[in-house]
Each structure stands twice: as structure tokens, then as C-alpha cells.
């Protein structure tokens, strides 16, 4: 289903979501001590404030009013530091090295963790890349590739325009793609870079098909206001699930929102202390060998 997006543009409801976290980044910024400092989120979000605050649909409206759930702000500027984090290691163990956004939306990470050496590519959709550049300009090491995950002929490109180590970041994107196409995905970055590292925000498949769905669709349906598009099609059992997809895979860690004692979690940090719940939405990082 596709929804009224940006300068006439439409767009998906899955991909609606990066107004979502666009607004969660600019507002946590403007908060005092803040989790992440997005400047660029926050210029974003005022470029384009009085166009939400028009439109016909809720949530655009809700988002130009600033009405967020006060939690799901603290995580989504959580896992976007934790994301940013993950980047700058890479970099710093790999000067000059690749960082390819995938599934980016309106994310600003270039500007956060830019160490002047880097290459970064963000990769979305072409309606999407079509709104961002609308917004954002490439230049010099900043590159925008409009285009599905899903349709390889991106790699080549990549292939084309980079040498030395890659990193993958996959923030919010696999949990909406069909696990065999998530296989796929994987596989296909493994044999186009050897070597390189993938970063992917994953559920578990009780939130994707078992006992949880149910649950989250309400939770990105009815609260979030999202269309009926915007559901997850695909979870793992845990991390090691997508090591046995390929002899070359290897889990390096795992990272859950509980592992932060951000305080503003509030009595979320004690639910952490039941195993089963840190994997439910998580964090994944693998080396694709």
C-alpha cells in the first residue's frame, strides 16, 4: 500500500517508517543531554515540518507536532548510536574503508560519523532516494544508489566504484523482507565482498510468525498509525541461525537494547534480565568470510 509521501512522491508504508526515525533522531537531539546529536535529523525534519503538518495522513501530523512515544524515541536513538558505533570501529580498524547504508531512508549517519577518509554509500529505493536527494546532497565521498536491495545489479556497481573492506548496515530493513530473499541478501554480499562485515537489526520468529505477531502489527499499525503494509515478514531463532547458512559466516556479537543503562529505558533495563526477551528485537554482527 502506498501513502502520500514527500514533494509528490509516493512512498510505501514500510517506508514511511524513516519519517518515524528521522523525527525520533531530531527530537532527541533537541532534549537535554541528548542519546545521539543528529544536527542534520533536525534540519531535516524542520525543512520539511510544515509539509507533514498539512498533510491528510495521522502520523505525518503527529510527527510535525512532535508527538512521539517518549520510549520508542530512546530507542531508536539508541540503536541509531549503537549503529553509529559499529561504524566508527570498522573505520578505525579500516581507514579508507566502505560503509554501504542499506535500506537507509532519511538517515544522516554520513554526517555523524564522517572521519574525512571513508567512502559511504545510501541505498534505498528509488522513490526514496528520489525524496532524499531532494533533501541531501552527495558530494565527494557521500553517494546515493536508488535502487531495491533486492535487484543485485547495485553490487556491481559497488564492485565498480570500491576496493578494501566493506561494512554492511542494515538498521531497519531485513525484519520487512521474506527470509528466503534475507538468505539470499546475505550470500550475495558474502560472495561479492569476501571479507566484508554485516550489521543488521533482526526479531525473532515468534514476533515474525508465532505467538508475537499479533502484537507488534498492532503496535506499528494502530499506535504508530503505519498502513497495513508495514508488518515483519521474517525472524531468526537467535544469532547463530544465519551462521549455518553459509561455512563462512561468522556471528562476532550481539547487541540488545537491554545491554544500555540508559535510565530513560526506565523499568525496561529489569525485562532484560529475562534471557528470552533481549532476543526479540535485537542485533546482529557477522563477518562474511
Known amino acids: 500500500m502506498e501513502k502520500p509521501g514527500l514533494f509528490d512522491v509516493k512512498i510505501s508504508d514500510i517506508s514511511s517508517t524513516m519519517l518515524i526515525t528521522l523525527y525520533c533522531r531530531a527530537l532527541e537531539s533537541r532534549s537535554r543531554n541528548p542519546i545521539i546529536n543528529d544536527p542534520e535529523a533536525v534540519r531535516i525534519a524542520d525543512t520539511i515540518n510544515s509539509r507533514l503538518a498539512g498533510s491528510g495522513e495521522r502520523l505525518y501530523r503527529d510527527l510535525a507536532q512532535g508527538k512521539l512515544d517518549k520510549k520508542l524515541t530512546t530507542f531508536i536513538s539508541l540503536r541509531a548510536r549503537r549503529f553509529d558505533d559499529y561504524a566508527r570501529a570498522f573505520l578505525s580498524g579500516n581507514p579508507g574503508g566502505t560503509v554501504v547504508n542499506m535500506g537507509c531512508g532519511l538517515d544522516t549517519r554520513f554526517w555523524r560519523i564522517d572521519d574525512g ?12 532516494i528520489e525524496i532524499k536527494r531532494k533533501l541531501c546532497r552527495e558530494a565527494g565521498r557521500y553517494h ?9 545489479n547495485w553490487l556491481s556497481l559497488l564492485k565498480n566504484e570500491t576496493g578494501g573492506p ?29 571479507g566484508s562485515e554485516l550489521v543488521c537489526e533482526v526479531v525473532n520468529e515468534s514476533v515474525a510468525h508465532g505467538w508475537l505477531k499479533a502484537a507488534m502489527n498492532m503496535r506499528l499499525q494502530r499506535q504508530l498509525h503505519l498502513g497495513r503494509g ?21 556471528l562476532i556479537d550481539e547487541w540488545s537494547y537491554f545491554d544500555s543503562s540508559e535510565k530513560r529505558l526506565g523499568p525496561a533495563r529489569f525485562i532484560g534480565a529475562i534471557p528470552w526477551m533481549r532476543r526479540v528485537q535485537w542485533t546482529v554482527h557477522y563477518k562474511l568470510g
Open 117 to 128: 577518509k571513508m567512502s559511504f554509500y545510501d541505498l534505498d529505493l528509488p522513490e526514496v
Open 144 to 152: 546515493m544508489i536508488a535502487s531495491s536491495v533486492l535487484d543485485y
Open 166 to 194: 566493506v561494512l554492511f548496515l542494515a538498521e531497519g530493513l531485513v525484519m520487512y523482507l521474506e527470509k528466503k530473499d534475507v538468505r539470499e541478501l546475505v550470500l550475495k554480499l558474502q560472495s561479492s565482498f569476501p
Open 230 to 250: 508495514a508488518m515483519f515478514l521474517s525472524g531468526i531463532r537467535d544469532g547463530r541461525e544465519i551462521e549455518s547458512w553459509s561455512p563462512g559466516i561468522r
